[in-house]
């Protein structure tokens, strides 16, 4: 046995010298890619290999330079290097990925037809403790894969296994955002306009269970009760007009799509709709605005009440799961914002919300 094979003795220049050797006679014979395999270093002390005019590097981009398979292979990939890489606590993360790369995909609607829009898409996969990291490129090379498909969760589902297979992960979650337009009738007059709605696809598979989620952000007027009898009041006793306050409203309407049926987008609009009809108008004329009037003054609501109505209409469809309602009045009376959480099921459970939350919730016209 030479002595630099010794645990715990130092080698000498003589052993270092024979080490080489070895490695020489056998680098001669392997294969350039079993070399880069073992260390890319090697390569650079073999004869022949060496940089000879090194640190002296060319500043002319090589256009036509194409990595073959032996060169790719040397190349260093420090996300998936060695555990003694790894930087702070040795923890597990639940989400690591990439967020906000867009792309246009194709949707199918309700009616027939297809529609393509522009999404934002995060992806994330959770990482063990004792792994480095991930190839974050390798999520986008999953996604694009599917990306002619006309998207539906099945499609989702098929991009979250190609990259838990590629990662070697656990735990993954998919999210796809987007602006979906709906034609929206005038009140009166006839007109025509199209609303967009900021909708959400995600898709989240947790120890071994996956749930199928959309999210929907419903803009509506709310006229406070309050206010309505207050005015009320003050014309019938006091021959005094006023008017009652009302503010652009929004309400964050989350559901975990629940059996074989399909939850088209359009039907969460219209169960939203039903809940709370004075959504915001697109194409108005006079007797449209005078028409808004009338159809808040007939359905006056505190934000309690709001995610109340919303959680009725969701109750009721049996394609709703667990669902979340968050709502916020944007006040007019007051400087802040009134808002409400109703919860329905453990998927949406949480302690802690948010410190941004509800600011979120702000749509500028």
């Known amino acids: ?16 010298a024979n080490a080489l050797k070895t490695l020489r006679e056998w680098a001669a014979s392997a294969d350039p890619v079993e070399v880069a395999r073992l260390d890319p270093a090697i390569a650079r002390l073999l004869p022949g290999a060496e940089v000879s ?4 590097l060319s500043r002319s981009y090589p256009s036509d330079f194409r990595p073959d398979e032996a060169y790719h292979a040397s190349m260093p990939d420090l996300q998936n290097g060695p555990t003694s890489l790894i930087v702070g606590a040795r923890a597990v993360l639940q989400h690591v990925g990439i967020s906000n790369f867009r792309l246009p995909i194709r949707f199918h609607l ?3 037809g297809d529609l393509t829009l522009e999404a934002s898409v995060t992806g994330t996969v959770s990482l063990d403790a004792d792994r480095k990291g991930i190839n974050m490129s390798r999520i986008m090379r999953s996604f694009y894969a599917h990306s002619e498909r006309t998207f539906s969760f099945e499609v989702l589902e098929a991009v979250i296994e190609d990259y838990k297979r590629d990662h070697d992960a656990v735990d993954a979650r998919l999210m796809m955002r987007f602006s979906f337009p709906v034609r929206q009738k005038s009140l009166r007059s006839g007109l025509e306009g199209w609303q967009y709605y900021d909708i959400a696809l995600e898709l989240v598979e947790q120890a071994g269970q996956r749930k199928r989620i959309i999210h929907l952000d419903y803009v509506y007027s709310s006229t406070c009760p309050c206010s309505l009898e207050l005015s009320e009041h003050a014309r019938k006793v006091r021959g005094q007009l006023a008017t009652p306050h009302s503010q652009r409203s929004v309400a964050r309407i989350s559901v975990v799509a629940s059996g074989s049926k399909c939850l088209w987008f359009e039907d969460l609009i219209e169960l939203a709709r039903a809940a709370v009809p004075t959504e915001t108008q697109v194409m108005v004329k006079r007797e449209d605005e005078q028409a808004f009037a009338e159809l808040n003054a007939a359905n006056p609501i505190f934000v309690e009440d709001a995610a109340r109505a ?6 009721a469809d049996q394609r709703v799961g667990d669902f979340r309602i968050i709502a916020s ?7 802040h ?6 919860i329905e099921g453990p998927t949406f459970v949480s302690e802690s919300l948010d410190p941004r939350l509800f600011a979120s919730l702000h749509k500028p016209g």
């Open 53 to 56: 005019n090194y640190p002296d």
């Open 310 to 315: 919303f959680a009725q209409q969701l109750l």
């Open 337 to 342: 914002d009134a808002v409400s959480v109703l």
């Open 1 to 16: 046995m030479n002595s630099f094979s010794k645990i715990g003795v130092a080698p000498s220049a003589e052993d270092a």
């Open 110 to 112: 309700r009616d027939g």
């Open 329 to 335: 009045h944007q006040e007019s009376l007051h400087s």
